[in-house]
Structure formats: C-alpha cells, structure tokens
C-alpha cells in the first residue's frame, strides 16, 4: 500500500498566538519533511485597512519563509471560515491542520460553538491539531509598545485600567497598549503561581474571554 505524501497546514487569525502556532506546525513539517502552508483568513473588507493587524501578517510570512514555507491570505466575501480552510487544504495537498483552541474567541463562527465540529466534517481524512494558545508568545515587541506598570482597579462589577492601586480586589501587572490606537487597547500581564498570563484589554476596561 503506497504511502501518501504528507502535508501539513498552519491556520492564524488576528492576534499574537499565530506565531506560536507557526513555530509547532514548521516543527511538524520538519519532522515528517513535509511542505508548510500558513493560512489567514481575511474578514476585513478590501478598502479597509488596519495597521495592527498588518503588522501580524508581515511577521507571521516572515516566521513562515524562515521555516521554509508558503504563507496565503484568503478574502472571506461572505463565505465560511471553514469552508476556505478546507478549500485550501483540498488545493494544497494537505494532510494535517494545526489551530489554536482559543481562536475560537476571535471568530464569529467559532463561537456559536459549531466550528470545529463542521471542519471535522468537512476535513474527511485530514488531521486535526488543536494547540491551547492561552498563553501570548514574545511578539509583543512588534505588535505593542513597550510594557509599563499598571493596575486593574474593580468598579462594580468590571475591572478598569488604572496608573494606582485602589481597593483591595486590585490587581497588579504590566500593561502592553497596542501600537497604532489612541485609547488604552492592549494587554494586560500579570503572574499568577509563577507563570505569566495575558489578560485582553479593550478601552481601558478588561474584557473576558466568552
């Protein structure tokens, strides 16, 4: 029985943990000497244009071309997500897809709950990798200016980004703004049992995760 050709496809959306997930899937490919394909999926319009997110993408098809792979941004046009990841996968000889578990938090179809059932269905025989991405990786630097010390001081039942401490709920951590915005849009890092997470922060006010 002849071996098929193995393939291996790396999906990212908006965000910092894409280049985690670049790294796992260019380690895949090494291992099993396959080609890599990154694949984006774009949702914003064609004459909109958003600077964070292009920052994103040039690092993202630099980290893909340093490991020796192709990097495709697909236009949504009003299709389904999932529809183009296995499109794309069809086209490219594919045989394992790796995506990130809290992506799911970022796409609108993700969050009905039904994206990873559906690409399951779609996919037929290609291979799953579902990578836990709740950790950022260091692309701070590219993405958001340099970190400052910062608390989350609790307002009835929000917490808001705050230069002082106030109360005793207030948490204390370092704040990453992103570049290329005028209000306090970013990360929040803070320590918790000695390991570093990220909480999302959306004008000044921290917004948890659905």
């Given at each position: 029985?002849e071996?098929?050709?193995?393939g291996?496809?790396v ?5 910092p ?14 291992r099993?000497?396959?080609?890599l ?24 098809e ?16 009003g ?33 009905k ?10 996919a ?41 401490a106030a ?16 209000f ?9 049992n ?17």
């Open positions: 029985m071996t098929r050709a193995e291996i496809m999906c990212v959306h908006y965000g943990h894409g280049q985690r997930l670049i790294h796992r899937g260019g380690e895949l490919a090494r099993l000497q396959a080609p394909i990154v694949l984006t999926v774009d949702a914003i319009g064609d004459n909109e244009y958003n600077m964070q997110k292009q920052h994103y993408l040039s690092a993202w630099n980290q893909t071309k340093e490991a020796g792979g192709q990097f495709l941004i697909r236009k949504c046009n299709r389904k997500t999932v529809d183009i990841i296995v499109e794309a996968a069809k086209e490219n000889g594919v045989t394992q897809i790796v995506l990130g578990q809290s992506i799911r938090t970022l796409w609108q179809e993700i969050t709950g039904n994206f990873i059932n559906d690409l399951m269905e779609q037929g025989t290609i291979d799953l990798h579902i990578v836990a991405v709740q950790r950022y990786p260091e692309m701070l630097e590219q993405t958001h200016e340099q970190g400052s010390t910062a608390y989350l001081v609790k307002e009835g039942g929000r917490y808001i980004l705050a230069e002082e109360g005793s709920e207030t948490i204390k951590g370092v704040f990453y703004r992103e570049l290329d915005t005028d306090n849009t970013g990360l929040f890092k803070l320590v918790k000695g390991e570093a997470q990220y909480l999302r922060i959306v004008q000044n006010e921290w917004v948890k995760p659905v």
